[in-house]
């Protein structure tokens, strides 16, 4: 008897050491994938604005997209670097993966680049979600 | 002079009264037991009303600067410093809140163990840049 209350209760130890654990991975995760989703649009409008609309304005007289997509390009970037910060601020991050970050953020295609390393990311927490679930189940 | 002063003076108080206002009805809704655990809360109104209003203080602020061609001058590159800080300071509250909300207790940083001040600091610089725009 006493042997299976004793099993119980450090099984209950465990699921509430989990618990916490697996919140914490899920909560990382999802901000993974939003800084995942603002990189794609950071790119996706600097591409626009450096390879259409800038070559539009300069070689066929026609400045209307830039005028569009230069702040459009603006906001993507302000809201991408602010994910940045707001990610990295948590911890566990590396000097040069945050630099990494933040260079790609100016270079055209930059951000595409990252894409390995953020569902590289996304993919340890996962498996130490799973880990973390693991006795439970 | 002394009267774009006193009203840099005037929307520095606002902005700081306004914030403790806010605080203080962030704080009585969970103390008053609105069923969701505290830094929950804190981080849905970050979520939902402080980011927000950041990115559109922002998209806002550059749109007058672009229309008026403020960025020659020596005021706004200056405030723009001070709205960067602000946003880096928001930005690691919210990365902590995250940490914090996730079970983790993340070790302190000097930036927003000094948030208050910070931003106090530069509500206050921010109103007298934009108010008397010196240079």
């Known amino acids: ?137 | 002079m002394i009267y774009s002063a006193l009203k840099a003076a005037h929307v520095a108080s606002v902005i700081i009264f306004v914030g403790g206002v806010l605080v203080d009805a962030v704080f009585l809704s969970i103390a008053s037991g609105s069923g969701q655990p505290a830094i929950s809360a804190v981080r849905r109104w970050g979520r939902t009303v402080t980011t927000p209003a950041m990115l559109l203080a922002w998209t806002l602020g550059l749109t007058m600067a672009l229309q008026q061609g403020w960025f020659a001058s020596f005021w706004l590159p200056t405030k723009l410093a001070f709205v960067l800080l602000l946003s880096a300071l928001h930005g690691m509250q919210s990365g902590r809140l995250r940490r914090l909300e996730g079970g983790q207790t993340p070790a302190p940083n000097a930036m927003v163990r000094l948030g208050g001040l910070l931003t106090v600091g530069s509500v206050v610089a921010i109103a007298f840049l934009a108010v008397m725009k010196p240079g």
Not at chain 1, 53 to 79: T, Y
Not at chain 1, 97 to 111: H, K, Q
């Open chain 1, 1 to 137: 008897m006493v042997s299976a209350g004793r099993a119980r209760t450090g099984g209950d130890e465990r699921d509430a050491e989990a618990a916490p654990a697996g919140r914490a991975a899920e909560t990382e995760i999802r901000q993974l994938s939003r800084l995942q989703l603002l990189s794609l649009i950071e790119g996706a409008t600097l591409i626009l604005l450096v390879f259409v609309c800038m070559p539009l304005k300069h070689f066929a007289g026609l400045p209307l997209g830039s005028k569009i997509m230069g702040p459009v390009h603006g906001l993507a970037f302000l809201a991408y670097v602010w994910t940045v910060v707001e990610t990295v601020s948590g911890g566990g991050w590396k000097a040069g993966e945050i630099v990494r970050l933040v260079v790609a953020a100016f270079v055209p295609f930059g951000t595409f680049a990252n894409h390995g390393l953020l569902t590289d990311k996304r993919r340890r927490l996962s498996d130490s979600e799973c880990d973390s679930a693991g006795p439970s189940t």
